[in-house]
């Protein structure tokens, strides 16, 4: 990824057909894969990158206050994320922006191949972890029914997503 890209976490249904929760059927050769149970998996990633990694030990210590250097929690990479329903999955955009104008979340959690983070935000949980996680509860049927993507604001702007 590059300096300026937003991270995307796209859940979508490309081998099976996306059918309300209740009536899943694995043994078609087209498998209904119900849509609650990607909108709760996509939901759990989307609540774990709202979760910030535990404080620093010079956050807030005497010896930092007013220092140029001090680190301050402004909530940005939390109030960033957005959870979209589209017609054959569901979406996750992370896309904080610095006072400066720099979109980071890449830099923070990194990306679905586990690169990306930088080595002062090594006490982040990556992003390749949370999906990770999420997806070995799902049954095979299912995962070979989805596609799991990560795209760049360049990947977004070409497929129109």
């Given at each position: 990824m590059?300096?300026g890209d937003?991270?995307?976490?796209?859940?979508?249904?490309?081998n099976?057909?996306?059918?309300?929760?209740?009536?899943?059927?694995?043994?078609?050769?087209?498998?209904d894969i119900?849509?609650?149970r990607?909108?709760?998996?996509?939901?759990?990633?989307y609540?774990?990158?709202?979760v910030?990694a535990?404080r620093?030990?010079s956050?807030?210590?005497?010896?930092?206050?007013?220092?140029?250097?001090?680190?301050k929690?402004?909530y940005n990479?939390?109030n960033?994320?957005?959870l979209t329903?589209?017609?054959?999955?569901?979406?996750?955009v992370?896309?904080?922006?610095?006072?400066w104008g720099?979109?980071y979340?890449v830099?923070?959690?990194?990306?679905?191949a586990?690169?990306?983070?930088?080595p002062?935000?090594?006490?982040?949980?990556l992003?390749?972890?949370?999906?990770?996680?999420e997806?070995?509860?799902?049954p095979?049927?299912?995962?070979?029914?989805?596609?799991v993507?990560?795209?760049?604001?360049?990947?977004k702007?070409?497929t129109?997503?």
């Amino acid at each position: 990824m590059s300096p300026g890209d937003d991270v995307v976490i796209g859940l979508r249904v490309v081998n099976g057909q996306l059918v309300r929760q209740g009536i899943e059927n694995f043994t078609k050769t087209i498998p209904d894969i119900g849509r609650l149970r990607i909108y709760k998996a996509m939901q759990r990633i989307y609540n774990r990158l709202g979760v910030y990694a535990p404080r620093r030990v010079s956050e807030g210590s005497p010896k930092m206050r007013g220092h140029a250097h001090e680190y301050k929690r402004t909530y940005n990479l939390r109030n960033a994320r957005e959870l979209t329903r589209l017609d054959d999955g569901y979406l996750i955009v992370n896309d904080p922006v610095s006072p400066w104008g720099s979109h980071y979340a890449v830099y923070v959690r990194g990306d679905l191949a586990g690169g990306g983070q930088t080595p002062q935000n090594k006490e982040w949980e990556l992003l390749a972890v949370i999906v990770d996680r999420e997806l070995s509860t799902f049954p095979d049927e299912v995962l070979q029914a989805l596609t799991v993507e990560l795209q760049t604001e360049q990947d977004k702007a070409n497929t129109g997503i």
